[in-house]
């Protein structure tokens, strides 16, 4: 089969590969119909994620069941599945209390819970982003989708990005009516403000500084503060009379920067604790790395973040991290799209076959105009 493999620092190839295959009695293997580029595909393919060459990206999956293992007894060939990008077990202490991200069993290295497709430190497992793919725990990780095409580029958003922007909004104790700060207009931030005003939120403030993601802040009937025209902080602080907001989202990562691309690890965690009022909840999404050896400063190396501790600790707020459990949310999200409310699809900017993949990771990666979210075809 044809996928696309890591071959080095902003170095990506698509080659011929051996075939997804059943390996355990639980497994699957699905044809993907739809995977698409995520925005932490780009720190692998920018070489600071510590990756292996030759790995298999890929995990945001959507297809159609091609084969189960003997032990699969829900879901059948033929089926349309959405694969959620965490890889569960569906039986230990962290799934049964619902933290499919925090998987206790799948992640074969000592000391490490979770795993995901295609993904750096996240397991052995290969990418979706591939004529096909194989599924561990198929029983338990599959969500089943209505068969046809119907709602294909707003369903493969289910995978990942529109749970993880619902999460960032559930990790900082949004309440109906609350004033919300996303910070990143990326596909993951643009779910969480399409998230917030599902939730009920009274106003949302998008944080970025690219003109066409701003512009789809817009559409979603949300404020659009573009940091490179001042500090984002004062500019909701105008805004809001001086009171900031409820609750606030993080949803760029440690590769946060300043409008001239400099980057400062700290910068958005310090934005998010001046913003939020005071007891005031935040929900970090983007990704934060335990060791970073490309990093500018030596205690950024090591994973660790001056950030305004003392300040968040004052202020009594609170803050929630991690990968999102997709399972907590992807079939409300997927029900929510059916009946009308969701309609995650208005962020998809390109659609390519699998061999224009290296376009597609260019593009993204540079956040050229227009490039907001890129879905592959196999
Ligand atoms: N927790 C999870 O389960 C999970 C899942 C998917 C993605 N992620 C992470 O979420 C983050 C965002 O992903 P994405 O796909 O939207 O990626 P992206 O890189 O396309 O979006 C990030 C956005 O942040 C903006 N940004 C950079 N510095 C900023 C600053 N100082 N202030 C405001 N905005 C700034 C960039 O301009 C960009 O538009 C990444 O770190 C990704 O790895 C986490
Ligand atoms: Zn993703
Ligand atoms: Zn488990």
């Given at each position: 089969m044809r996928a696309v493999v890591y071959r080095g620092t902003k170095k990506i190839a698509v080659e011929e590969v051996p075939d997804a295959s059943i390996?355990?009695?639980?497994d699957a293997v699905i044809r993907i119909t739809t995977t698409n580029i995520c925005g932490s595909d780009l720190h692998m393919y920018e070489g600071r994620a510590g990756v292996e060459e030759g790995k298999i990206l890929g995990h945001e999956n959507m297809g159609i069941v091609e084969e189960v293992g003997a032990?699969?007894?829900?879901v059948k060939k033929g089926d349309r599945v959405s694969v959620p990008f965490n890889i569960a077990c569906g039986t230990c202490r962290s799934c049964n209390q619902g933290w499919t991200s925090f998987?206790?069993?799948?992640?074969?290295?000592?000391g490490m819970q979770g795993s995901a497709y295609?993904?750096?430190?996240?397991?052995?497992y290969d990418g979706g982003q591939a004529e096909y793919l194989r599924v561990p725990y198929a029983d338990f990780n599959l969500l089943e989708l209505p068969e046809g095409t119907e709602h294909e580029n707003d369903f493969t958003?289910?995978?990942?990005i529109f749970p993880t922007g619902w999460h960032g909004v559930v990790l900082s104790g949004f309440q109906p009516g609350d004033r919300v700060a996303v910070f990143g207009a990326g596909p993951v931030g643009l779910m969480a403000a399409h998230s917030a005003r599902i939730m009920g939120a009274s106003d949302v403030f998008v944080v970025d500084q690219h003109s066409d993601r701003l512009d789809l802040v817009k559409q979603l009937d949300c404020m659009p503060i573009d940091f490179s025209a001042g500090d984002p902080v004062e500019q909701i602080m105008d805004a809001t009379q001086g009171l900031g907001t409820d609750v606030g989202v993080e949803a760029?990562?440690?590769q946060a920067h300043d409008p001239s691309g400099d980057e400062h690890p700290e910068m958005v965690l310090d934005n998010l604790v001046q913003v939020v009022k005071v007891h005031g909840g935040i929900g970090v999404v983007g990704v934060y790395v335990p060791?970073?050896?490309?990093?500018?400063?030596d205690l950024a190396k090591e994973g660790r973040i001056a950030w305004r501790y003392g300040d968040f600790f004052t202020r009594g707020q609170r803050m929630g991290t991690g990968q999102a459990p997709v399972k907590r949310y992807n079939r409300q999200l997927r029900d929510l799209i059916i009946q009308g409310t969701?309609?995650?699809?208005?962020?998809?900017?390109h659609e390519i076959g699998l061999d224009e993949a290296p376009t597609g990771y260019k593009n993204f990666d540079e956040r050229?105009?227009?490039?907001t979210k890129v879905l592959l075809k196999p």
């Open positions: 390996q355990e009695a639980t032990g699969v007894t829900r998987c206790e069993r799948v992640n074969p290295v000592e295609g993904y750096a430190n996240m397991g052995p958003m289910l995978s990942d760029v990562g440690w060791e970073d050896p490309g990093a500018g400063s969701a309609k995650p699809s208005f962020l998809v900017s050229d105009n227009g490039w």
